[in-house]
């Protein structure tokens, strides 16, 4: 039963890993940038979250809609104000320091309002846990929500993606900046859109975080950030299934490589693991190697 | 009054100057051909018309309404389409969804919808492969698509650049008879060609462009007869 138990935690904790890594892929995919400070908007979610409760005195609903508003306002804020002005400079390196200097921005901004002093965060499920096969096999209720949360996301967003004007506009400017605008896109506002939705699912991802392992400081989102960067490299970067696979994928070795070999030993794994994935398949498990059809 | 007029532009890329002070127009209902050799600043001129790049001086006037700084994305729904140079389709999506990207400006479905069917009336190939992803298509089922694509927003003035660019002499062929199909149909058409002796007998007037300069411009027949012309550029 420890098997499956194991098994179901992974997804769990994959599934958060999957909606983190829906921001750095899709921001990839179509800006052809890596956005190093998502992982810290997913911690200013939770801090919003949890002031909206404890200091607003907010119902936990209305808390995590208005740090979803807030993290979707940070997220086009930081796209218009840090990223934009360099979309055209000659070196994407420029974009990458300036990504982090966002981060470092957003974590300090974080310690000053709030301390440095760990924060418990109370969650804010209320689904009971399911016990199943006896009392031999419990999930929580964070696990269940955790889990319908990213079915529901993955869902919605392909189907937004496929069927909406705006999800066609994407996949246009992620393709060819220059055709698309030829088409009457705006790149621009495609792009800060592209903030808003990943901004908005890195909310969520801190509120399901912070549920699971519940406890809050200004650098929570940094080790989930890079893991769900791993998680999207692992998929395919720009894939929006691969972010799913990788996302789960890595969840599961977190959790096997924890409660089976080391649990200090977790994180050397996920990383060997990707490094073995990428000597493999260096795009990706869905990704596409990138040609040039001349 | 000129449907397109180009006033004196120069652009530079960086501090190299690709276009030194052109002007030149486009009346409704003509086909202007724009010829010159490699490098000579076709594309670039193209660009600057339809806003990918913005000139250091001069303007572009469209309709009387100077657009010379309206951003690109909102030149297409003023009736203007660009066929860029190398197709540019979208390759990881389908003929149908490219044609539907065509038309991202328009609003009534309906009308989308007729469109699409005339433009798989004028490329029966593209109906055939509707659901195919466009990277997969041949190269001159992609200028298909591109020239399709550009239809779709129901332009007053087209922009091509090197249709027939990599295409066999049959293609080429069927080509240029959809361009003069699309000029009867009343869009005037604007077009980039190193095919010039091709390009020349649809056109009604032809610019020559050499380094960044009009060197030559008149009539099309005028021009084809022209022993510069014969010499640098039909091969004679
Ligand atoms: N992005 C760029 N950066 C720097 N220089 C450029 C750039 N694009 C074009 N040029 C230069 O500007 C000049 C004009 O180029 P352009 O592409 O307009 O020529 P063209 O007439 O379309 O040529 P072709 O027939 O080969 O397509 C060339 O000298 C080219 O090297
Ligand atoms: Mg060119």
């Keep these: 039963m420890s098997f ?18 829906l921001g750095y892929t899709m921001v990839y995919g179509i800006a052809k940038m890596l956005n190093f400070a998502h992982g810290d908007v997913i911690m200013i979610g939770a801090y919003v979250v949890m002031a909206s ?44 320091i300036t990504a982090i200097g966002v981060s470092y921005l957003l974590q300090n901004i974080a310690l000053l309002i709030f301390g440095a002093n760990t924060i418990s965060f109370a969650s804010v499920v209320s689904v009971p846990a399911l016990v199943l096969a006896g009392g031999a096999l419990t999930i929580t209720g964070e696990t269940i929500v955790t889990i319908i949360c990213c ?13 909406s004007k705006a999800g066609q506009a994407m996949l246009a400017v992620s393709e060819d900046k220059g055709a698309a605008q030829l088409m009457g896109i705006n790149v621009n506002g495609t792009i800060a859109l592209t903030f808003a939705i990943g901004s908005a699912l890195a909310a969520v991802a801190g509120v399901l975080l912070c549920s699971a392992y519940p406890t809050l400081t200004p650098y929570t989102g940094a080790m989930p950030g890079i893991k769900a960067f791993v998680a999207a490299v692992f998929g395919g970067i720009g894939s929006i299934p691969g972010a799913l696979i990788g996302g789960i994928l890595l969840g599961v070795i977190e959790i096997f490589g924890k409660a089976y070999i080391s649990s200090q030993m977790a994180d050397a794994i996920v990383f060997g693991v990707l490094i073995v994935i990428l000597l493999v398949k260096p795009a990706g498990i869905l990704g596409k190697n990138i040609q040039e059809k001349v | 009054m000129a449907m397109l007029e180009i006033k004196d532009i120069e652009v530079y890329y960086g501090m190299i100057q690709a276009i030194k002070g052109i002007s030149f127009e486009v009346k409704e209902g003509e086909v202007i051909a724009l010829i010159g050799a490699n490098g000579a600043g076709k594309t670039t001129i193209l660009h600057t018309i339809t806003g990918l790049l913005s000139p250091k001086r ?6 009387g309404q100077d657009i010379t700084k309206i951003p690109a994305h909102k030149i297409v729904s003023l009736g203007m389409a660009h066929v860029p140079e190398g197709r540019r389709v979208f390759a990881d999506l389908t003929v149908y969804e490219n044609l539907k990207m065509g038309a991202y400006t328009r609003k009534d479905k309906a009308e989308i919808d007729e469109t699409i069917a005339m433009v798989y009336k004028r490329f029966p190939r593209l109906e055939e492969r509707k659901i195919q992803l466009a990277g997969t298509l041949s190269g001159g089922e992609q200028q298909m698509l591109a020239m399709g694509r550009a239809l779709m927003s129901h332009p007053k003035i087209i922009l091509m650049d090197e249709p027939s660019m990599g ?11 959809i ?7 009343g869009t005037t058409v604007l077009l980039v ?6 390009a020349l007998s649809i056109a009604d007037r032809a610019y020559v462009l050499e380094t960044g300069k009009i060197v030559l411009e008149g009539d099309a027949k005028a021009l084809m007869d022209d022993d510069s012309i014969k010499k640098a550029y039909l091969g004679e």
């Design chain 1, 4 to 21: 499956i138990s194991y098994l179901i935690n992974g997804i769990s904790l994959g599934s958060v890993y999957a909606i983190i890594a």
């Design chain 2, 167 to 177: 295409l066999s002499p049959i293609l080429v062929n069927q080509i240029f008879d």
């Design chain 1, 151 to 163: 079915i529901v996301i993955m869902t919605a967003l392909m189907v937004f993606i496929k069927k």
């Design chain 2, 58 to 63: 001069g303007s572009v006037l469209f309709e």
């Design chain 1, 53 to 96: 409760i404890t200091r607003a005195g907010l119902p936990p609903f209305a808390a995590i809609l208005v740090s979803i508003v807030f993290c979707t306002v940070l997220g086009v804020v930081i796209e218009t104000v840090a990223y934009r002005p360099l979309l055209n400079a000659a070196s994407s390196l420029a974009v990458l």
């Design chain 2, 179 to 185: 361009i003069e199909e699309v000029s009867k149909s």
């Design chain 2, 193 to 198: 060609e190193q095919n010039a002796k091709k």
